[in-house]
Structure formats: C-alpha cells, structure tokens
C-alpha cells in the first residue's frame, strides 16, 4: 500500500523518506523558532559542565576534614618556602658556565673578577644547607594525630563546619545569583545592542539608498539639463541655418533680379541695335526699291526714245520709199543719270544711304571719305 503524502510526512531519520520530495514545502524540515524558556533551558544545558565543576570543588571543600585542611596548608606553605628558595634568583652569577668568555685584555679582567671569595663560599653553602632541609622536611613529613575529642566538641566543630560551610554556600549562591543576574543584564545588553546596531543598519542602509537616489536624481537632471542644453543648441543650429538659408535665398534673389534687370537691359540694348539693323534693312530695301524704280522708269523712258527712233526710222524708211525727202535722224544718245541720295543727319544712317553714281550704291570706304 503506498504511502499518503501529508504534512507530517517529513524527512526523519526513525521514517523510511524514500517518498520524501525536498522540493514541496509540506516535506521541508519544520523551523524552530526558540522562546524565552527555551532558551534559558539551552544556556543551562551549556553551562552544565562548568556548574557541574563548581558542585565537585564545592563538595570536596564540604568532605575535606580539619585535619586534610591543616596537612594541605602546610604542604602549601612549604612548598612556598621551596620554591622562595629554589627560585629566588634566576640571572646567571659570576663565574657561570652560561656567562659569555671575553677575549683578550677583558678576559683578564673578567677572571680577576670571577676570583669567588670565601664569604661567598660561605653564603652559597648556607643556601645549599638550608635547601636540603626544606627539602628533608617536606619529603619527610607526617602528619600529627587527631587529639581524641568528646562528642559534644565534636557536634560544636561539625555545627560550626556546617555553619561555616553554609555560609559559604548561602555566599557562593549568591555570587551564582549575582552572576547569573550579570549574565542575564549582559544577554540584555546584549541584545539591545544588537537591536540598536540592526537599527543602526537599517537606516545606515536607508541612507545610502536616499543617498544613491539623490545621487541618481542629481545625474538624471543634469543629464537632463544636458540633453536639453544640446537640444537648445540644435535649435539654435538649426534657426541659424535657415536664416542662412533665407539669407541665401535673399541674396539669390537679389541676385537673379540683377541678372534679370541685367538682362532685361541686354536684352533692349539688342533689340534697340535689332531695330536698328531692322531700320537700316528697311532703309537700304527701300533705296534699291527706289533704285529698281528708278531705272526701270529710265529703261521704260530709254525704250520710248528707242520705240520713237524706231518709228521715225520706220516712217524715215517709208517716205524714202515713197519718194520723199529724206532727213538725217540721229539715234538718241542716252544720258547718264546721275542721282543724289538723300543725305540723312541721324546717326543711324549707314554708308548705304551715301551717294550713289549711275544707280549703284557707293562701297562705305568712299561714303566714309566723303562724310570726312
């Protein structure tokens, strides 16, 4: 049958936990949260060892006879007197095998000195005598037999051991009570210490969270600051460049109107010299029209006087036929036409316009000779 998994299935070491998950909750090993008396309980378990030691000195003081008492003191006191004498003097004297040799002049001097006199002797001999008595004394010593005592006496000693030792008691629990109130004053202070240093943390801690967080915000608003800085700057750039650019445009502007009003002017200085040309095409078309004219007049006028020639040389040719009186005709000697040109004083006339001998026009050379 397989097991239920529960909240009290946990990881024992008296339960089989083959079917312990570690990773659910209800399986995790419960927590121990200690009160006050639990606590207490703990301290005395670990102070156990050192109240157990007190308890055994305590109770071989309470067995310890009169006569165990006196025996202890004096191999106490003896065994000071051995070590006052054994250990009364430990530098190294004069003439010591432990005493570093000198070399030389200061050698002599120093065997001149470890020459040991006899009052030394002495002193040294004295020392060594009484040691071995001590030591005689303290290696040979018996205790003395207990005088026989009534019972009376002896109830008065046992009544004033006990008291005595009760008053030792009633002493050394009051000194336990001093010490464990000491203890508990400690543990307390102890404790608001260590309540005072997590307070201290605490807002140590806080402080330095305010701390980095003012220092955050002081970088964010001078980041911001910055970033606005530079976007006032780019505004700035950019107003600049198109007043650049408006200016630009202005003085392209200006520019293209001074081309225009420049070629406005170029553009009537050559259709008033087009005019011209114009005015002097028409001028030298209308001289050769008035040329054409004027010699086909003379040819018609030359062609009558041939046609009348030509009939009185036929009407000649007839009375000579008829018999009558012939009279000499002569062929008509045409004329030569010579023709002025209209002399013109604007300063638009050309060399055309000059004077003209038998119809033609005169070439510019002879019409420049003849201005000049």
Not at 43 to 57: G, I, M, S, V
Not at 248 to 256: C, G
Not at 259 to 278: G, P, S, T, W
Not at 325 to 330: G, M, N, P, Q, V
């Amino acid at each position: 049958m397989a097991t239920k998994i529960t909240k009290w299935t946990r990881d024992k070491p008296s339960v089989n936990n083959e079917f312990v998950d570690p990773t659910r909750r209800s399986h995790q090993p419960l927590a121990h949260h200690l009160t006050a008396q639990h606590t207490h309980t703990l301290y005395q378990l670990a102070t156990q060892q050192q109240h157990k030691e007190d308890d055994d000195k305590q109770r071989k003081n309470i067995n310890e006879s009169r006569e165990d008492a006196v025996v202890r003191r004096r191999i106490a006191w003896l065994r000071a007197q051995l070590h006052e004498v054994t250990l009364g003097d430990k530098s190294p004297t004069r003439g010591s095998p432990k005493a570093p040799k000198a070399t030389g002049r200061k050698q002599e001097e120093e065997e001149e000195d470890e020459k040991v006199t006899e009052e030394e002797v002495e002193r040294l001999r004295k020392e060594a005598d009484k040691r071995k008595e001590v030591l005689s004394r303290v290696r040979t010593y018996i205790p003395v037999p207990p005088s026989p005592v009534t019972p009376k006496e002896r109830g008065r000693k046992i009544h004033a051991k006990v008291v005595e030792v009760r008053r030792e008691q009633v002493k050394e629990k009051e000194e336990q009570r001093q010490q464990k109130r000491r203890e508990e004053e400690g543990w307390s202070r102890r404790t608001l210490l260590n309540q005072q240093k997590a307070e201290e943390q605490i807002w140590r801690e806080q402080e330095e969270q305010r701390l980095k967080r003012d220092k955050l915000r002081r970088d964010l608003d001078i980041l911001c600051e910055e970033r606005e800085k530079a976007r006032v700057e780019e505004r700035k750039k950019v107003e600049r460049q198109r007043q650049d650019l408006n200016y630009s445009h202005h003085v392209y502007n200006i520019y293209s109107t001074q081309q225009d009003q420049q070629a406005a002017i170029e553009k009537k200085k050559r259709r008033e010299e087009l005019e011209q040309e114009i005015a002097k095409v028409k001028e030298a078309r209308a001289w050769d029209e008035e040329q054409e004219a004027t010699r086909r007049e003379e040819e018609l006028r030359y062609s009558e006087v041939k046609r009348a020639f030509a009939r009185r040389v036929k009407q000649s040719t007839l009375d000579k036929m008829k018999g009558k009186r012939i009279t000499y005709i002569s062929p008509p000697s045409p004329t030569p036409a010579v023709t002025f040109a209209k002399v013109s004083t604007s300063p638009t006339v050309s060399a055309t316009s000059a004077i003209s001998l038998k119809g033609r026009p005169v070439s510019p050379n002879v019409s420049a000779s003849i201005k000049a």
